[in-house]
């Protein structure tokens, strides 16, 4: 029988060249689950357009867009980090401390220009403090950013208490959510495109990029390959507490309003919308278009469902179950894929 | 009964690639590790408590002890549940989220039921825990994805169910009898009655992992999966029951809860997760797995509830605390790195000058 089974897979049917080519082309579109997640958003969005008054306005379409630049801008960095098979769960305490610290600079009478820059620094020192744990220490970043997690939102509060600085100048807030001309486009999402195209070009046109999915298959062939994977995972540590500090300006003036609290909770829906785009979680696959399908997935769902009057708490249980769809349902179908084919193979 | 034994040095040994033939000398040389770990926290409560008392006497009397014992009582049965999940190299995020939801039953229990034994209030708060680490504990173990993800999803649901139940309602002392309540207050000898069951959770858990094979063979899951695999440790069962051990004391911990502060709305429990892990890691738990035990756990709560009333008594502003958890987890986890790699350069040190 397992002779016959090795000698007969040779000599099985081939189907025509042109037909097998056509099927292997449907077939690798179809499987990919990018595809999957661009379909089920145009389908959310065309349903919900139809079904929910309201979600199709310009004016509900401004706020959809406001409300999902800050994930959008945090999932740049984090796809890159989760693809080299890291995690960085304190993004969302970097924003809160940045919003914080611009808080309390603004009490103290800088300007306000000067506060963007020091504030976005800022964010790129509390990622330094991740990636120099990770890279020189050789920590796991999980038990690292967990670290920081508490340790960025509890300084948080240290440097503002439970206040809110909310004195900020109208022409800035309202820079925050003013639209590109007449269209419901705010500018904050020019801002957000500029930087996904540029994190889209670094991860799938460079050799860096490259680079980034060999070490999240196999760290130790990537550096026998001579990747210096210690340097890339810390400059993307870096990169992900900037980009952080720049969505805590943001979310500052979108908010117009300078908490400690500010973002508590937003990794969750960073990382669920990251895997939900198709990033493995086990790092080396993923692509930032269908991260970027991840993010207006979960936000229009999230929108949708609000303006059907489902409460804000309860649409939590949509994030989680998606989350855990996002990563069981591609496990579970990869193994019953490979048990499949190895009863095949069994019965010949 | 030798494999187990076997797991158990591979586990102490904090170098697991190094391949030693005097398992003797290695499990005691592990032994020593493991004691530094634990006296390494002790030596910080104890410096915490003595310059804590300095400043005010009063801190080290009858009645503060009390209230730290009583404030640490919940941490610590939280713990002790995610000590078994780490050790065997995952994480339960879903714990703050579980005790909320099993609270807040536990209010609406008696609210449907006033005149339920409190026995029966308490078996049906673990049983609710329990389903929900089945959930998470099926999740991880059939799926074969990392329990971070999974818990983080089942966190947000727990909650979010906990949300849609309550509708902003909130349940007072006054909707639970008075025998329940008496539960959080009363005292057993001088102790607080909540700080007894705590103990009893920590020496039963303890004796668990310490004694029995099954609970063994959570370490050498932990220490490497793929070898506790390919020698006969069915990994999916033990996994699986590693999340409802910790879902139900994070049951226990919401009746407990319940019990205690007798006001209860969904938030109940919101972020305790993170001190959860902390007091863990703290504590000497390893947070890749393999190593630590429940009594580090323990000690690890109490040291974090001390910080809380130490920061009080030293009139250090309140916001500190979390900040000062997150440098704790930081330090925790440096300090068992370089503990590693230090065991590991003596390790090979040794087998060098044997050969």
């Not at chain 1, 199709?56 to 801008?73: C, E, K, S, W």
């Not at chain 2, 398992?23 to 310059?51: D, H, K, N, Q």
């Amino acid at each position: 029988m397992a002779h016959d089974t090795l000698y007969a897979h040779p000599e099985a049917p081939a189907p025509e060249p042109g037909a097998r080519r056509a099927g292997a082309l449907g077939r690798a579109l179809f499987t990919r689950w990018d595809t999957w997640v661009v379909i089920v958003l145009a389908l959310v969005v065309v349903g919900a357009g139809a079904s929910v008054d309201g979600f199709a306005g310009p004016r509900n379409t401004q706020f959809l867009l406001m409300d999902i630049v800050a994930i959008a801008l945090i999932a740049l960095p984090m796809t890159l980090i989760v693809i080299t098979g890291e995690i960085d769960l304190s993004v969302a305490s970097t924003l809160g401390l940045c919003s914080a610290v611009m808080g309390q600079l603004w009490v103290a009478g800088l300007p306000l220009e000067l506060i963007v820059v020091l504030v976005i620094l800022l964010g790129a020192v509390l990622g330094m403090v991740n990636g120099l744990f990770v890279t020189k220490f050789g920590l796991p970043s999980l038990a690292v950013t967990i670290g920081t997690l508490a340790a960025y939102r509890g300084l948080s509060f240290v440097v503002l208490g439970d206040q809110a600085v909310a004195d900020f100048p109208r022409q800035w807030t309202d820079a925050a959510s003013s639209t590109i001309g007449g269209s419901p486009v705010p500018w904050s999402v020019l801002i957000a495109v500029v930087l996904a195209v540029a994190f889209a070009v670094v991860l799938h046109w460079t050799p860096f990029g490259r680079s980034l999915f060999a070490m999240g298959n196999n760290a130790e062939a990537a550096t026998f390959a001579g990747v210096s994977v210690n340097r890339a995972k810390f400059w993307l540590f870096v990169a992900s507490g900037a980009v952080a500090g720049l969505a805590g300006v943001y979310w500052t003036l979108r908010y117009a309003s300078a908490r400690a609290d500010n973002g508590s909770g937003l990794e969750l829906a960073v990382v669920a919308a990251v895997l939900l785009g198709g990033v493995s979680i086990f790092g080396g696959r993923g692509t930032l278009l269908g991260v970027l399908a991840g993010v207006l997935l979960l936000g229009s769902l999230r929108n949708a469902l609000q303006l059907a009057d489902v409460p804000a708490d309860t649409l939590n249980v949509v994030t989680g179950a998606l989350l855990i769809t996002s990563v069981v349902v591609p496990n579970v179908v990869g193994m019953a894929r490979s048990w499949l084919r190895q009863r095949r193979h069994q019965r010949g | 009964m030798k494999t187990s034994e076997k797991h158990a040095g591979a586990q102490r040994a904090a170098g697991s690639d190094v391949d030693g033939q005097r398992p003797s000398r290695r499990t005691g040389f592990g032994r020593r590790v493991l004691a530094a770990r634990e006296l390494g926290i002790i030596v910080a409560l104890t410096l915490l408590v003595a310059v804590t008392t300095v400043v005010n006497p009063a801190f080290l009397s009858a009645q503060s002890v009390r209230d730290v014992l009583l404030g640490a009582s919940i941490l610590v049965i939280l713990a002790v549940g995610q000590t078994v999940v780490i050790v065997s190299r995952n994480i339960d995020l879903s714990v703050g989220a579980v005790l909320g939801l099993v609270a807040f039953a536990t209010g609406k229990l008696f609210g449907a039921a006033p005149g339920t034994p409190i026995i029966v209030a308490v078996l049906v708060g673990i049983a609710l825990g329990a389903a929900c680490g089945v959930i998470n504990g099926v999740l991880v173990a059939a799926a074969r994805v990392p329990a971070l993800v999974i818990t983080l999803g089942t966190l947000y649901m727990f909650r979010g169910i906990d949300h849609s139940w309550a509708k902003g309602e909130q349940i007072n002392a006054a909707d639970m009898p008075a025998g329940f309540l008496r539960l959080g207050t009363s005292t057993l000898l001088g102790t607080p009655l909540l700080a007894v069951i705590a103990l009893a959770v920590v020496l039963l858990v303890g004796a668990y992992l310490q004694s029995y094979r099954s609970g063994r063979e959570l370490y050498a899951i932990g220490s490497e999966p793929n070898a506790a695999r390919l020698s006969g440790i069915p990994v999916g069962r033990r996994v699986f029951v590693a999340f409802v051990v910790s879902g139900a004391m994070a049951g226990l911990a919401g009746v407990l809860y319940a019990a205690r502060f007798g006001t209860i709305d969904a938030t109940v429990g919101t972020g305790i997760e993170l001190q959860v892990v902390a007091a863990a890691v703290v504590g000497g738990v390893a947070i890749f797995g393999g190593s630590g035990s429940v009594y580090g756990a323990a000690v690890g709560a109490v040291l974090l509830t001390t910080i809380g009333s130490s920061l009080a008594v030293l009139r250090i502003n309140p916001f500190w605390q979390q900040a000062v958890v997150g440098g704790l987890i930081l330090a925790a986890i440096g300090l068992e790195r370089l503990l590693a790699v230090r065991a590991a350069n003596r390790l090979r040190g040794r087998t060098s000058h044997g050969a």
